[in-house]
């Protein structure tokens, strides 16, 4: 039997007796069913009675979980994947608004969007917010949303233009009717609007933020990022009364206690992207911090042209960032942290439910009967890391990776089957990328490529140490 007879939509499946985490609370249900019928949840619990012709997935010894959902990601830089492991965010501003940001054409954005649709699957990240601001043209769109739908996941396109003023883009005829085209109602292709608030008193994003709630369409914007975006643009959105539920607010990661009160008393929440974060620079993780203010978080990766589209990453750095702050906040006052505030099933909340909710998918992010099915089953009977399976949230959060994704189901289908992606043409995707990288690398020409891929490195002192005898660092044969 193919993967495509075994598979065809609309036929029932039932994952066995695996580790099931509903993610309503703490529950662990151990040896329990998930029976799909359609694009639904439709029963779950031990043994359960499939319908005949059903396909049975054996989860023993896995973890069956929700789906994951990244509330923000630039898909279109998945094109020039960990180009950028070396930058802050002031190289990342010269690539994309000065130079490779403006040379991306349409078929280049399809061909980043497919590539990290793809990974995303492969990943267990059933649904990406694609924070789309290199959206130049219609042009541009359309082959963004032409590359969403053309990969079985599920996507809000976050529509933005980062070379215009959003005043500009949003009121634009052609956007309007960019709009009516293609937001139709697909259950699989969400949409936002997607601009920054700079903090200029006169406050020039406002007619961007009619235009939003004109369409009713919710705001997902970058807040808190340090040298760009800060306590001004919260406040301006705050007095003129854009602070709506359903705004994301993207790392929030350099923000005063003041703005999280306005964010908190809104009902926004925050897209944490912890490695973006830690490595770029808009400010230290905020999780540590943003707890005491009640407001919701979800996780992101932010873009590929530094980390990769997994949320299993997300997880570990964010409990890390969190961990490690509480520690050292500590230690500066002579303190000893006893007993860790944030918990590993609340990262792996974050991750799916609190992704669900982000983004207003109250049928998303949990496996409950009636529920959406999206799911993933975690299985890795070849790896010594699959086992033994004490504590699951642990293990999700700090073992798993994304190799361990054995089976994922996406709207009822399934798309990776025993760890192969299932209806997905990886070597066409390849071959759109290979196209954009000897375009980009053409345009740009050899010198400016390796330079942008190698920033200068500061000059640092080894300092003199006075434990030393020998000064051994001037002996060849001895290296630091
Ligand atoms: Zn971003």
């Not at 050899?446 to 640092?460: C, F, I, L, R, Y």
Request: charged content about 20%; glycine content about 10%.
């Amino acid at each position: 039997m193919n993967e495509r007879t075994e598979f065809e939509t609309g036929r029932p499946v039932v994952l066995r007796g695996g580790t099931v985490l509903p993610m309503d609370g703490r529950r662990v249900l151990p040896r329990t069913d998930v029976l799909v019928s359609g694009d639904r949840i439709a029963a779950v619990g031990p043994d359960l009675d499939a319908p005949e012709g059903a396909a049975e997935i054996d989860a023993s010894g896995g973890i069956v979980m929700p789906g994951m959902i990244d509330t923000h990601r630039h898909m279109w830089q998945t094109a020039m994947r960990g180009y950028g492991a070396d930058w802050t965010l002031t190289q990342y501003f010269v690539w994309f608004y000065l130079e490779y940001g403006k040379l991306f054409r349409p078929e280049d954005v399809h061909a980043g969007n497919t590539l990290a649709a793809i990974e995303s699957l492969d990943a267990g990240v059933t649904t990406v917010v694609d924070w789309s601001h290199g959206l130049r043209t219609v042009e541009h769109a359309d082959a963004a949303a032409d590359a969403l739908q053309g990969v079985p996941g599920r996507y809000v396109l976050a529509y933005g233009n980062i070379q215009q003023p959003p005043a500009e883009w949003t009121t634009a005829p052609e956007f309007r009717d960019f709009v009516s085209r293609r937001i139709t109602g697909d259950d699989l292709l969400g949409f936002q609007l997607a601009f920054d608030v700079l903090g200029d008193p006169s406050f020039p994003e406002r007619p961007a933020f009619e235009v939003a709630r004109d369409l009713g369409v919710t705001v997902t914007t970058h807040a808190g990022v340090w040298g760009a975006t800060g306590d001004d643009g919260i406040r301006l959105m705050y007095e003129n009364g854009f602070m709506t539920p359903g705004t994301i607010y993207v790392h929030a990661a350099s923000l005063s206690a003041d703005s999280y009160h306005r964010i908190a008393a809104t009902g926004g929440s925050i897209s944490v992207s912890t490695e973006s974060e830690q490595s770029a620079g808009q400010g230290y993780p905020p999780t540590w911090a943003i707890r005491s203010h009640g407001i919701p978080v979800s996780l992101s990766m932010d873009t590929s042209v530094w980390w990769s589209g997994d949320l299993f990453s997300a997880m570990r750095a964010t409990l890390g960032a969190d961990r490690s702050r509480e520690h050292l906040e500590a230690h500066a006052k002579g303190d000893t942290v006893t007993h860790c505030a944030l918990r590993a099933d609340q990262v792996v909340d974050w991750a799916t439910r609190g992704g669900a909710r982000a983004i207003g998918r109250d049928d998303l992010g949990t496996i409950e009967p009636g529920k959406k099915a999206d799911l993933v089953l975690i299985k890795n009977d070849a790896s010594p890391v699959s086992f033994p399976l004490l504590n699951p949230f642990g293990h999700v959060a700090f073992q798993a990776q994304r190799g361990d994704v054995h089976t994922v189901l996406v709207d009822g289908r399934v798309v990776k089957h025993e760890h192969r992606l299932v209806g997905v043409d990886l070597a066409a995707a390849r071959a759109q990328v290979d196209r954009t990288i000897e375009y980009l690398r053409g345009e740009m020409g050899e010198e400016a490529w390796e330079k942008g891929m190698n920033p200068d490195v500061p000059t640092s002192k080894v300092l003199d140490n006075p434990y030393t005898y020998t000064d051994y660092r001037s002996d060849s044969t001895h290296r630091l």
